[in-house]
């Protein structure tokens, strides 16, 4: 027994002092918010937005808003039948949302925080151009001071098969209701070959108030008033991080002996001039956002950090195609097709 005593002493140090060590940390992981893959998944989550006071994701049919203390309210985006399910397109502003369902014919602009049936107000075609047939191409999300932009087709008089493509400016104002204010229109161009060039503004957005817009596979540039056309690309997003203006685009093929690849764009003098950081569908593919004053790349099958010289550092992998992404609070929100997936924010930028 004397023995066993004494082995059991001198063994006991190292047992204790194993016990004691150090737990090997743990990384956060990616949480799935319960029920999201039944109520905003199942290839539905069209977009996510966030602002200083409110989180929301939005279905073709319900819009679900949280605020700080992650308590939903559901509000019903529409109560007219008839809207295809999963053709919406939604563009966010801090206070007001544009939509429609891609028919041409209308957009609506209501609050972000109220039903839109409550407070909205329509733009349709036919009042763009009094006496032509119009037809709606795309629009911006209400940026600084709620104001948008929208590009729209009217055919050229006395052709078949030509159109002028113009932009216009609005400003959205609350007053009882939702109201739309005409700021400027511009022709923008004028007798473009439809049966050329198909006739579509296939992407607009605006940075640094300059309005980039793409059609025919030509990026042209609006800084006021003039019209120029120094980016040889269709641009598929826009994002500007301090300085610097990024796009990623698809090849070139205009002039054809002068083809140039698909990959990511930069600028540094407000989209005059460009510069390759990157070639490739890795970098065309997917769309650019900036958080927390970073670049992003989302793609189907995760999220890219991209830095200044085009390397790329592939930091999360989830279950699920990506639809949007959103910093609330000092967590970040992944909508995907398969539900919301969220994570603190220190430890998304340190994985």
């Known amino acids: 027994m004397l023995i066993c005593l004494c082995t059991f002493l001198c063994l006991a140090p190292a047992c204790k002092k194993k016990k004691d060590a150090d737990p090997v940390p743990v990384r956060e992981q990616w949480t799935l918010m319960p029920k999201t893959q039944v109520y905003y998944g199942n290839r539905n989550i069209i977009a996510a937005y966030a602002d200083e006071k409110n989180l929301f994701f939005l279905t073709p049919f319900m819009m ?5 203390s992650m308590t939903k309210n559901n509000a019903q985006l529409f109560d007219v039948p008839g809207y ?9 502003g801090r206070e007001f949302r544009i939509f429609n369902n891609f028919d041409k014919s209308a957009i609506v602009v209501a609050d972000n925080i109220r039903r839109y049936n409550a407070s ?3 733009l349709l075609a036919r009042d763009l151009h009094p006496g032509g047939e119009a037809w709606i191409y795309t629009y911006t999300a209400p940026g600084d001071q709620s104001v948008f932009y929208l590009a729209y087709g009217l055919k050229t008089p006395g052709t078949e098969d030509s159109v002028d493509i113009y932009l216009n400016c609005y400003k959205v104002v609350r007053n009882t209701y939702v109201d739309i204010d005409l700021q400027w229109g511009k022709k923008v161009l004028t007798n473009y ?8 503004v296939s992407y607009l957005n605006e940075a640094g108030g300059i309005v980039y817009m793409t059609s025919g596979g030509i990026t042209f540039r609006l800084e006021n008033g003039v019209v120029t056309d120094t980016l040889r690309h269709s641009i598929k997003s826009l994002a500007s991080v301090g300085n610097e203006l ?7 093929f205009f002039p054809p002996n002068e083809q140039k690849p698909e990959g990511l764009l930069r600028s540094v003098d407000k989209g005059k001039t460009w510069d390759y950081t990157g070639t490739g569908s890795s970098f065309a593919d997917g769309r650019l956002q900036v ?5 992003y790349l989302l793609t189907w099958y995760g999220i890219v950090q991209l830095d200044v010289s085009g390397g790329t550092k592939d930091i999360n992998r989830i279950d ?5 992404m959103s910093l609330f609070h000092d967590r970040v929100y992944i909508g995907t097709d398969a539900g919301v997936y969220v994570k603190s924010y220190k430890t998304f930028i340190e994985d």
């Open 246 to 252: 990024y796009a990623n685009v698809r090849g070139s």
């Open 193 to 200: 070959h439809q049966q050329v060039f198909h006739g579509e």
């Open 84 to 92: 295809d399910n999963g053709s919406l397109d939604v563009k966010f």
């Open 64 to 68: 679900y808003t949280f605020d700080s």
């Open 120 to 122: 909205s107000n329509a």
């Open 320 to 324: 699920g195609e990506i639809r949007s």
């Open 291 to 295: 958080m927390g004053g970073h670049l």
